[in-house]
Nanobody, 119 residues
Framework: VQLQASGGGLVQTGGSLRLPCAAS????????MGWYRQAPGKQRELVAA???????NYADSVKGRFTISRDNAKNTVYLQMNSLLPEDTAVYYC??????????????WGQGTQVTVSS
């Protein structure tokens, strides 16, 4: 099972980006899915989380600007980022709590995608 993230890039302040992350392989079900980010010299932090059938939650710094959603039929989680700010610049990682057939449960990470917001 693997996660494949994409959609990063360079955008100006106030711009938008959409990050998809798809899980593939031996998947029975996916519990929580989420997005984290890590800026240079800083620890990785939770940006947004989407439990399976639960309530989404966001870091205070992105509330009202970012929206997380998931398409369970496609095993994909999305992060829609609007009104981007230079402080949103970071490598963004997707994360998923995956249960495979045979009930092997693992926390998986995508490879990271760079988001750069210019001022």
């Amino acid at each position: 099972v693997q996660l494949q993230a994409s959609g990063g890039g360079l955008v100006q302040t106030g711009g938008s980006l959409r990050l998809p992350c798809a899980a593939s392989g031996n998947i029975f079900s996916i519990n929580d899915m989420g997005w984290y980010r890590q800026a240079p010299g800083k620890q990785r932090e939770l940006v947004a989380a989407a439990p399976n059938g639960g309530t989404t939650n966001y870091a205070d710094s992105v509330k009202g600007r970012f929206t997380i959603s998931r398409d369970n039929a496609k095993n994909t989680v999305y992060l829609q980022m609007n009104s981007l700010l230079p402080e949103d610049t970071a490598v963004y990682y997707c994360n998923a709590d995956v249960v495979s057939f045979g009930y092997n449960r693992r926390i998986l990470w995508g490879q990271g995608t760079q988001v750069t917001v210019s001022s």
